[in-house]
Nanobody, 124 residues
Framework: VQLQASGGGLVQAGGSLRLSCAGS????????LGWFRQAPGKEREFVAR????????YYEDSVKGRFTISRDNAKNTVYLQMNSLKPEDTAVYYC??????????????????WGQGTQVTVSS
């Protein structure tokens, strides 16, 4: 599967953005899907995950209650709705797909496929 992320941009603190990750080559409902982010000078970190069935979601603690991961099977696209954005959310955001349904879902190595990243900048 190929992944194409989009939707990043510049937003003021408190604002919202919705990131999209379009899949091609295979249906995204065959995968567990994740979003990760990498801030300047930092390692890439887990943000959110949607199980392959779409019934379970997982979030990094700092984004719980603000971010929502979802999937539109008809559009073969996964989304990350980000509300109440903070300057510390500034990063390049990556979508990823995991075909194994790993329990270690925060680990980068558990995801075989990655999108190219989209920049999110939150100004204070």
């Amino acid at each position: 599967v190929q992944l194409q992320a989009s939707g990043g941009g510049l937003v003021q603190a408190g604002g919202s953005l919705r990131l999209s990750c379009a899949g091609s080559g295979r249906t995204l409902s065959s995968y567990a899907l994740g979003w990760f982010r990498q801030a300047p000078g930092k390692e890439r970190e887990f943000v959110a995950r949607l199980s392959w069935s779409g019934s379970r979601t997982y979030y990094e603690d700092s984004v719980k209650g603000r971010f929502t991961i979802s999937r539109d099977n008809a559009k073969n696209t996964v989304y990350l709705q980000m509300n109440s954005l903070k300057p510390e959310d500034t990063a390049v955001y990556y979508c990823a797909a995991d075909s194994s349904g790993s329990s270690y879902y925060t680990r980068l190595s558990e995801y075989e496929y990655w999108g190219q990243g989209t920049q999110v900048t939150v100004s204070s």
